[in-house]
């Protein structure tokens, strides 16, 4: 499957932004989609993941509450909605896909090319 994230941009604490990620190839549905950011330092750290129907979702500790995931398998498109956005947010944001638990970080076997989010103070 190939992935092609967009949406990224600039924005002032507090905005929101959504990013989309667009999958192609008949199996998007089968995958457990992903996302993950790489911050300024280089860390990457997971964001947010869908199971392939979209009943379980799981974040990270510091965007409960503020971002949000959700997928339209009919479109092999899966979405992150990031509000009250801050400049600690600010990092390239990937899109991913793997087979496996939707708590597991590390089964991502595909993956896209990121889009940057920049939050300003």
């Known amino acids: 499957v190939q992935l092609q994230a967009s949406g990224g941009g600039l924005v002032q604490a507090g905005g929101s932004l959504r990013l989309s990620c667009a999958g192609s190839g008949r199996t998007f549905g089968s995958f457990v989609m992903g996302w993950f950011r790489q911050f300024p330092s280089l860390e990457r750290e997971f964001v947010s993941a869908i199971t392939w129907s979209g009943d379980i979702t799981h974040y990270t500790d510091s965007v409960k509450g503020r971002f949000t995931i959700s997928r339209d398998n009919a479109k092999n498109t899966v979405f992150l909605q990031m509000n009250s956005l801050r400049p600690e947010d600010t990092a390239v944001y990937y899109c991913?896909?793997?087979?496996?638990?939707?708590?597991?970080?590390?089964?991502?076997?595909?993956w896209g090319q990121g889009t940057q989010v920049t939050v300003s103070s």
């Open positions: 991913a896909a793997g087979r496996g638990s939707v708590y597991d970080t590390r089964m991502y076997a595909y």
